[in-house]
C-alpha cells in the first residue's frame, strides 16, 4: 500500500514519537460497561439539534425555520447572530416539530421527526487544495459546529487558521465507549475526514492513541500519531495537547472527535451530511447495555424503554464526570458518543461519612474499597458530604498528568487574578481536563464551574 | 437510628426558612450532617463524588491522635506517682495513674473543646456559613501540647484566642495561616511563661507531697545543662523511646506518635513528605551540632535529640497541618526541612527557648506562602516562555 506522498504506509504503523507515559489520574471502575454488540432497537423517534452545547454561541442562535416546515439532513436550522456563517444543520430529513427554550427564552433544542426515508441535501465536494472550497462545504453543512477551538473549548472560528488539529482516538472516562469499535465500517471516512482537517490548519493533526488502540489510527496518513499511555484522563484531548504541543498564550487549536472526523469525511467525499453517531449506553441502572447506531441528537427514549432497573435514576449524556443531565424526553447532547444511567443518591446515610453503607470509589486510602483496584461500583448521584473551603492539598494534582497546579489555578480564577490564570495555564485546560479533581476533592469543590467561570471571563477580557 | 431521624425531622422546620430558629440553621445542619449524610444529590459538575469529605479526613486525624492521648493520660498519672514515690515502678499502680491522669487531662479536653466549639457554632450562625470541621483536631491538639499543670482557665483563654485570632479572622478553617493549635500555645508561652516553662510545670499533683530531691526536669532540660553525660544517668534511652519521661501531655511518647504517624501516612492524610523532610532537616542540624561540639548539649548525638521534646510531635501533627503548611508537592520538603533546620537551631541554640518546634512551625507557617510562591513562579515562568517561542 502506498500512500499519497509514495510512502510505504506500513513505516506508519510505528508511531511519530514514543510512547508518552503518563502516571497520575484514576480508572474509575463502574458496573455497566457496554460489551461490544450493537443492540437493534427502533429508530429514535424524534432528533435535536442543541445549540446550547457549543460554548461562546449561547448568545441566542437565529432560526432558520418554523415549526412545521420540512428539512433535508444537512438543512441549516439555527444560524449564530455572531458569526452568522456558523450554522447548526439537520441530522435527519423530517419536519421540525418543536423549538425548546430555556432561561431567557434561549434556545435549547430544535426537535425534528424524521421522515420515514432519509435524504440528504447535496454540498459541493471540496478539493483538498482548496481551503476556502473546504470552509464553504464544512460551514454550509453544518459540520463545522463539530470543531471545537482552544483555548476556551468554545466554537472554531472560521477566520482563524489553527496552529494545530487535535483528535483523540481513546476515551478514558468512566464507561467510555471504545473508540475504534464506534468507527467501525467507516475507517475510510475516518481517514478521508483527517485528509480534510489537514487542509484547515498550518500545522499538523496530531492523533493521541492508546497503546491498544485499533490499528486503524496508525495507518493515518496524514496525521502524526502519539501514543499515551496511562489511567484517564490520559484520553483527555486537553491533556495530549499538553504532552504534544501545549497551548501558549496567543495560540489557538482546534479539536475534534473521531466520529465527528468521519462524519466530515464523507461529507468531503459524498457530499451529503451523514451525522452517523454510534452511542454507547452504559451505566449500573441499564438491564442491557451496548452499542447503538443512530445520529447526532438522537432521542435516548427509545433505548430506555423497559431497560431501567430502578425509577430513581439520573440519565446522563456523557459520562458520569462531564456529562449533562437529560430528561427520559431528553436528547444526546451535540458531542455526546455516550450516554450514562445511574442511581440517585437521594437518600439520607446514618454516620455515613464514619461507617459507609455501601462500597464507593475512591483515591482516598481512609477506605478499604481503595485497596481493592478492580471492583466495580454501582454508584449513585450522592455528594457524599457537604461543601467547605479549600483545606487538603495535593490531592488535584495526582489526578491531573500536566505540569500544572490546579488548585492554584482554581484559586486565580476566585480572586480573578488575569496574571495567574494566564501563567498557571488556564488556556490550556477546558473542564473534562480537570474534572477527576472535582469528583476526588474533600472539600466538594465545584471545579468545573470556577474553571468555566474563569474560561468565559478570560473570553470576556480577550 | 429511625428514632433519631425522626426527632431530626421534627426539629428541622424550625430551622428552616421562615422559622423561630432560622438564624441557627448552620448549627443544627452541622448535628444533622454529622448524623446523617444528606439525602442530596449532586446538580452540577460530576455527577459522582468520592467518598472521602472533611469530616472524615478530620476523623482520621483525631484517631491518629488517641494513641498519644491514650498515653500521655497514663504518663500525667506515671510521672505523679514516681514525684511522690508512691508508684515508682512502671508496672504498679496502673489504675491509679490512669485515674489521675483522667482527672488531670479530660477536663483540659472539655474546656477546649466546650470553648472552641462554643466560638465556632457562634462564628457560623453570625456569619452564616456551615461550622467547618476544623476545630476537631484542633481541640484534642490543644490539651496534648500543654504541660499537664497549666490552670483550665488559661486552656479556655488560648483556645479562644486560637480560634478568633487565629482562624476566624482569616475566614476560617482552610484560610487560617497559623497552626490554630500553635497559636493556643504560643499565647500562653508568652503570656504566661512561668506556667510553660522551667522544670516545675510538667509533673501534676502537688509538689509539697513529692520526695525530697526530685527536680521535674524534662530530658532536655537536663542535656542541655549537663550534655549527653547528665542525661545518660537521668534518663534511659529506653525511656525516651517508649515516653516515660515528664514533658507536654501528648508529645512524649515515640511509640503513640509512630503509630499516629503510620495511620495518617496509610491513609495519606497526612503528608509523609513534611514528615520526613521535618525529621531529616532536625537529624542532620543535630548531627552539625554533635560534629562541630558546639555547647551546650555537647556529644548528644541526633537520635537522642530526636526522641526528646516534641520534634517528632509537631513532625507529624503540627507541620503536616495541609491549610498553614506549603501546598506545593516540591515546597513542602523544602518547608519540612526549614522547619527541622529552624528548630534545631532554636532548640540548641537560643538559651531563651527551651524548644524550638513551635516557633520553627509558626515561623515557617508565615513563609510556607512563599516558598509556595517559588514553585508556582517558576511553573509561571516555564509557562509564558513557551508563549514567546
Known amino acids: 500500500m502506498q500512500d499519497h506522498s509514495g510512502a510505504n504506509v506500513l513505516a506508519r504503523l510505528v508511531p511519530d514519537s514514543a510512547s508518552i507515559k503518563l502516571t497520575r489520574g484514576l480508572n474509575l471502575k463502574l458496573l455497566g460497561s457496554a460489551p461490544l454488540v450493537r443492540l437493534d432497537l427502533p429508530v429514535a423517534a ?88 473546504m470552509l464553504e462545504t464544512l460551514l454550509g453543512s453544518g459540520a463545522w459546529t463539530l470543531l471545537r477551538q482552544r483555548p476556551f473549548n468554545t466554537f472554531a472560528d472560521p477566520a482563524v487558521t489553527p496552529r494545530d488539529i487535535f483528535v483523540s482516538c481513546f476515551d478514558s472516562a468512566p464507561l467510555a465507549p471504545d473508540t475504534g469499535f464506534l468507527l467501525q465500517g467507516r475507517e475510510e471516512a475516518f481517514l478521508a475526514g483527517l485528509r480534510a482537517l489537514r487542509t484547515l490548519t498550518s500545522g499538523e493533526v496530531h492523533l493521541g492513541v492508546a497503546p491498544h488502540s485499533s490499528d486503524l489510527f496508525r495507518w493515518a496518513d496524514s496525521a502524526r500519531v502519539h501514543t499515551f499511555d496511562g489511567p484517564h484522563p490520559a484520553g483527555a484531548v486537553g491533556v495530549q495537547i499538553h504532552h504534544i504541543a501545549p497551548i501558549a498564550k496567543g495560540h489557538v487549536v482546534w479539536t475534534i472527535k473521531p466520529q465527528d472526523v468521519a462524519i466530515i469525511g464523507t461529507l468531503v467525499t459524498e457530499g451529503i451530511f451523514d451525522a452517523r453517531r454510534t452511542v454507547a449506553f452504559t451505566g449500573p441502572q441499564l438491564k442491557r447495555t451496548g452499542y447503538v447506531d443512530t445520529r447526532l441528537g438522537a432521542a435516548v427514549a427509545p433505548f430506555l424503554g423497559g431497560n431501567l432497573k430502578s425509577e430513581r435514576v439520573r440519565l446522563i449524556s456523557g459520562n458520569v464526570l462531564t456529562g449533562k443531565i437529560i430528561p427520559p424526553s431528553g436528547h444526546l447532547g451535540h458531542f455526546d458518543d455516550q450516554v450514562t444511567v445511574i442511581e440517585e443518591g437521594d437518600q439520607p446515610e446514618f454516620l455515613g461519612w464514619l461507617f ?36 487538603m492539598t495535593g490531592e488535584y494534582e495526582r489526578v491531573v498528568p500536566m505540569d500544572l497546579y490546579p488548585q492554584h489555578l482554581l484559586k486565580a480564577i476566585l480572586f480573578r487574578d488575569f496574571d495567574q490564570m494566564e501563567g498557571l495555564g488556564i488556556y490550556e485546560v477546558v473542564e473534562e481536563d480537570l474534572a477527576l479533581c472535582e469528583f476526588a476533592c474533600t472539600s466538594k469543590q465545584p471545579v468545573q464551574r470556577i474553571l468555566r467561570e474563569g474560561l468565559d471571563w478570560m473570553r470576556g477580557e480577550a | 437510628m429511625k428514632v433519631i431521624r425522626g426527632l431530626l425531622d421534627q426539629a428541622k422546620p424550625h430551622f428552616t426558612k421562615g422559622g423561630k430558629l432560622e438564624k441557627f440553621h448552620y448549627a443544627y445542619d452541622a448535628f444533622e450532617t454529622f448524623l446523617f449524610v444528606p439525602g442530596e444529590t449532586t446538580t452540577e459538575g460530576t455527577h459522582i463524588k468520592d ?52 482527672l488531670v487531662v479530660l477536663p483540659m479536653l472539655a474546656v477546649s473543646y466546650g470553648v472552641g466549639l462554643t466560638i465556632e457554632f457562634a462564628f457560623a450562625i453570625f456569619r452564616d456559613h456551615p461550622v467547618n470541621e476544623g476545630f476537631l483536631v484542633s481541640g484534642i491538639l490543644i490539651p496534648l501540647i500543654m504541660p499537664p499543670t497549666v490552670p483550665l482557665w488559661m486552656i479556655g483563654l488560648a483556645t479562644a484566642f486560637a480560634v478568633v485570632i487565629g482562624k476566624e479572622a482569616f475566614g476560617g478553617t482552610g484560610m487560617n495561616i497559623l497552626n490554630v493549635a500553635l497559636v493556643a500555645r504560643v499565647f500562653l508561652f508568652f503570656a504566661y511563661p512561668p506556667y510553660m516553662a522551667g522544670d516545675a510545670v510538667w509533673v501534676a499533683g502537688d509538689p509539697s507531697r513529692f520526695v525530697d530531691g526530685y527536680s521535674g526536669a524534662t530530658p532536655l532540660a ?9 542525661l545518660d544517668q537521668s534518663y534511659s534511652l529506653e525511656n525516651l523511646f517508649w515516653g516515660v519521661i515528664p514533658g507536654s501531655i501528648g508529645e512524649t511518647s515515640v511509640v503513640a506518635i509512630g503509630l499516629g504517624a503510620l495511620l495518617l501516612i496509610v491513609t495519606g492524610i497526612g503528608s509523609w513528605r513534611i514528615m520526613g523532610s521535618v525529621i531529616a532537616g532536625a537529624a542532620a542540624t543535630a548531627l552539625l551540632f554533635q560534629v562541630t561540639g558546639i555547647q551546650p548539649y555537647s556529644g548528644v548525638p541526633p537520635h537522642y535529640h530526636l526522641l526528646m521534646g516534641s520534634v517528632l510531635f509537631a513532625a507529624v501533627f503540627m507541620a503536616t497541618d495541609p491549610a498553614t503548611a506549603a501546598q506545593t508537592q516540591p515546597g513542602k520538603y523544602v518547608y519540612g526541612l526549614l522547619i527541622g533546620i529552624t528548630g534545631m537551631i532554636i532548640r540548641v541554640l537560643n538559651p531563651a527557648y527551651p524548644e524550638g518546634w513551635m516557633l520553627a512551625i509558626l515561623l515557617l507557617n508565615v513563609f510556607a506562602p512563599l516558598i509556595d510562591h517559588w514553585f508556582i513562579s517558576a511553573n509561571m515562568k516555564r509557562r509564558n516562555a513557551r508563549a514567546l517561542q
Open chain 1, 46 to 133: 424524534t432528533f435535536a439539534v442543541r445549540p446550547m452545547d457549543v460554548p461562546g454561541l449561547e448568545s441566542i442562535p437565529r432560526l432558520l425555520h418554523q415549526v412545521g416546515d420540512s428539512v433535508l439532513a444537512g438543512d441549516p436550522v439555527l444560524a449564530s447572530k455572531v458569526n452568522p456563517e456558523v450554522v447548526f444543520s439537520s441530522p435527519v430529513s423530517g419536519a421540525i416539530v418543536e423549538v425548546r427554550r430555556g432561561p431567557k427564552r434561549a434556545i435549547t433544542e430544535v426537535v425534528i421527526e424524521p421522515s420515514r426515508q432519509l435524504d440528504f441535501r447535496a454540498f459541493r465536494k471540496p478539493s483538498l487544495s482548496s481551503r476556502d472550497q
Open chain 1, 356 to 391: 459507609p453503607s455501601y462500597p464507593r470509589p475512591t483515591l482516598s486510602r481512609t477506605f478499604l474499597s481503595y485497596f481493592l483496584p478492580n471492583r466495580e461500583y454501582a454508584v449513585n448521584s450522592n455528594p457524599h458530604g457537604e461543601q467547605r473551603a479549600f483545606v
Open chain 2, 51 to 102: 467518598g472521602i469529605d472533611l469530616k472524615r479526613t478530620m476523623f482520621t486525624v483525631v484517631v491518629a491522635l488517641l494513641p498519644c492521648l491514650l498515653f500521655g493520660i497514663w504518663n500525667v498519672g506515671h510521672q505523679h506517682y514516681a514525684a511522690t514515690g508512691e508508684f515508682a515502678a512502671l508496672s504498679s499502680g496502673f489504675v491509679e495513674k490512669l485515674l489521675f491522669g483522667l
Open chain 2, 222 to 230: 537536663v542535656a542541655y545543662s549537663g550534655g549527653l553525660t547528665a
